[in-house]
């Protein structure tokens, strides 16, 4: 930095930093790395340094740097010779702006009109003197962009200068007239119709949903119709009788295969939903394929549950979580092949409605008590074990479940199964006591051998406080229950 006339070179990837100092003394330099920007922006600048014993000022000398290329179509009145700074005249930027533009309203200007009359708008030419002579000072200091500058703002005022005589015309203005309103005519709906199947009231039936009606979530104007959609679903996707017949699998593995699952399923913290249409994938995969050999049948089963968990959980476990489970038994790419082999048989169609929905329902238009409730969702998981149970309609199941509970946990012994089974009931199942009195012996002979039963996964489950006990309730092992399995 002593020396005189000494290079420095500003590389891409640095940036100097210029610290303050006294005037005049030679300034630090720092310098720091940057990101590099590319080729544009960044290139090289060579600036001369001199020092103290320079025949030239360092602060008097300016480096030079062009940002970006000089348009050729720029208009610019340049002078040939370069601009240098006299000593004598020391004057900034906004001191010549100031000077050219009041030399410029003291110079004289003439107007002439060429015609007095003329079809169109008439202007008016402005002729300035000294147009030429405003911009040669030598010894003015302005860069080019100041001059760039200068010369917009004189071309600017010039163009006020210019005045217009607008031509007066006539113009016919046609008023259209108004359209004539039209009243709107009220729709007229037949008193004995209907918008559709939730609005319907029938005689001595509760309307359960209509303490529903300002919580939207509850969807309380179509909740009807919902079930209804259900109720199809269920007939048009069916677990045929015997489906197990002349196949590899028995009802006895599948009910293992079941019991595992729901272990499975609790240790994972799973909702009802998941497990219940597993259960239901199961089914509906080994009608169709009836080539599936025992080797292959927990592979099927873990994949059940791992599709279900994707379809219900907010939050499914992770692929290593199903390998673990199956003591690496099968590997995840075996996994992934059985998902979308299940997934092409069942033709993408995994709507087939739940038991728990049904019971969920059921429950509400029977004005039933958590107890209730949980002893009926026992039963539905004791009836997924069984082979004859599953291909019962998933909503027939729930109301037996439900009705079973009732009958079960009544404290008034005088109340029958029609007397518990109100026309409420009847209505929102779609079922009465009769059609639903041989499924409620066959789940009340299922509870009563769970103690005994060497599958004990849902019986330990609901032993817990968890879901209140209520395997070990004693209404499962009184004289009610004995008395509900004899009848006919």
Same mark, same amino acid.
Not at 94 to 110: F, G
Not at 297 to 323: C, H, N, R, W
Not at 386 to 402: E, F, G, N, Q, R
């Given at each position: ?23 005049? @003394?030679?300034?630090?330099? %720092? !310098?720091? +790395?940057? *990101?590099? &920007? ?6 090289? =600048? ?59 309203? @003291?110079?004289?200007?003439? %107007? !002439?009109? +060429?015609? *007095?009359? &003329? ?6 030419? =402005? ?67 209907? +918008? ?293």
């Amino acid at each position: 930095m002593a020396t005189n006339k000494q290079q420095i070179r500003n590389d891409e990837n640095d940036r100097i930093i210029r610290l303050p100092g006294k005037l005049g @003394a030679v300034t630090k330099d %720092v !310098t720091t +790395k940057r *990101a590099a &920007l590319g080729e544009l922006g960044n290139r090289a =600048v060579l600036r001369p340094v001199i020092g103290k014993e320079g025949t030239k000022d360092a602060k008097d000398e300016k480096p030079k740097m062009t940002l970006r290329a000089r348009n050729p179509n720029e208009k610019v009145a340049l002078d040939a010779k370069k601009i240098t700074r006299n000593n004598s005249i020391k004057t900034t930027a906004k001191s010549a702006v100031l000077m050219n533009i009041q030399t410029r309203k @003291a110079a004289p200007t003439t %107007v !002439t009109v +060429k015609s *007095a009359i &003329l079809p169109t708008v008439q202007q008016v030419v =402005v002729k300035d003197e000294q147009k030429d002579n405003l911009l040669k000072r030598e010894d003015s200091n302005l860069s080019q962009k100041s001059l760039t500058k200068l010369k917009a703002a004189l071309a600017k005022d010039q163009s006020k200068k210019i005045t217009t005589v607008p031509v007066k015309t006539k113009v016919d203005i046609k008023v259209k007239p108004e359209p004539a309103k039209v009243k709107p005519v009220a729709k007229v709906i037949p008193t004995g119709i209907t +918008k559709s199947h939730s609005a319907k009231l029938i005689k001595h039936v509760e309307n359960i949903d209509a303490r529903d009606s300002k919580n939207p979530i509850l969807v309380s104007e179509y909740v009807n119709d919902i079930y209804s959609y259900l109720r199809q679903l269920e007939v048009e996707q069916p677990v045929n009788e015997n489906f197990l017949e002349g196949q590899h699998v028995s009802p006895r593995m599948r009910a293992v295969l079941i019991d595992w699952i729901n272990e499975v399923h609790l240790q994972f913290h799973l909702i009802p939903e998941t497990f219940q249409m597993t259960v239901g994938i199961i089914d509906r995969y080994l009608q169709i394929e009836r080539g599936t050999t025992r080797d292959y049948l927990q592979l099927v089963g873990v994949t059940a549950l791992f599709i279900a968990s994707k379809y219900e959980e907010l939050y499914p476990p992770s692929m290593d979580d199903f390998v673990y489970i199956t003591d690496n038994t099968y590997s995840k790419q075996e996994i992934l092949a059985m998902e979308m082999k299940i997934i092409r048989t069942l033709g993408y169609n995994l709507s087939r409605p739940l038991p728990i929905q049904f019971l969920r329902r059921c429950s509400k238009a029977a004005e039933a008590s958590d107890y209730h409730h949980s002893m009926a969702k026992y039963f539905l998981e004791l009836t997924s074990t069984d082979y004859t149970m599953a291909t019962i309609a998933p909503s027939k199941v729930a109301a037996a479940s439900l009705l079973l509970s009732l009958r079960l946990m009544n404290k008034i012994s005088s109340r029958t199964a029609n007397d518990l089974w109100t026309p409420t009931l009847i209505h929102y199942s779609s079922y009465d006591v009769s059609s639903l009195q041989p499924i409620v012996k066959k789940i009340a002979e299922l509870a009563k051998a769970a103690p005994s039963s060497k599958l004990q996964s849902v019986y330990h489950k609901y032993s817990t406080s968890k879901f209140n006990s209520i395997a070990l309730r004693s209404e499962l092992k009184g004289l009610n229950m004995e008395r509900i399995m004899a009848e006919q």
